[in-house]
């Protein structure tokens, strides 16, 4: 088994991160999150971002 054919076996590698959420924060900040259409997933994500900005997430909306 060479590299690339043991990355193209890892889930993350596979999985479409075509999907775009509309982020907000209790600060009122906002961002656009680039994630998957799992939206269990998606959600992690977000949460993830907000511990980075050291705040709380209040919303994830899907974007088009």
């Known amino acids: 088994m060479n590299h690339s054919?043991?990355?193209?076996?890892?889930?993350?590698?596979?999985?479409?991160?075509?999907?775009k959420?509309?982020?907000?924060?209790?600060?009122?900040?906002?961002?656009v999150l680039n994630s998957g259409y799992d939206v269990y997933q998606a959600a992690y994500d977000a949460y993830e971002e907000a511990c980075l900005h050291d705040d709380y997430l209040v919303n994830a909306e899907l974007i088009e």
């Open 21 to 31: 959420y509309l982020v907000t924060l209790q600060s009122g900040r906002t961002f």
């Open 5 to 19: 054919q043991f990355h193209s076996q890892d889930k993350d590698v596979n999985e479409p991160r075509d999907a």
